[in-house]
């Protein structure tokens, strides 16, 4: 049993953890504040559709973009044998 290996895999599991995380709060953000414009401030959210759309369009592109780099993370993964 290697030891390094279960060590190094371990530090993986928990980077690939820390972006998928990451990933799904920005998920989050991008749908909650548009939300949370709309009602709130329903008048100045139905004025800037544009931007709400590009706010959860960016918000998903990144969480993608995060999540291939935490899946990445695992693709590298070692047997410990």
Do not use: C, H, Q
């Not at 939300?35 to 329903?42: E, H, K, N, R, S």
């Not at 935490?70 to 410990?80: A, C, S, W």
């Amino acid at each position: 049993m290697n030891l390094e290996a279960i060590r190094r895999n371990e530090k993986r599991k928990l980077g690939a953890l820390w972006y998928n995380g990451v990933s799904i709060a920005i998920v989050a953000v991008g749908i909650f504040a548009p939300a949370a414009g709309l009602i709130f401030d329903p008048e100045r959210a139905k004025r800037s559709v544009d931007a709400l759309g590009f706010t959860l369009l960016g918000s998903i592109v990144a969480a993608l973009i995060l999540f291939g780099i935490g899946k990445t993370f695992l693709n590298r993964l070692e047997d410990p044998e």
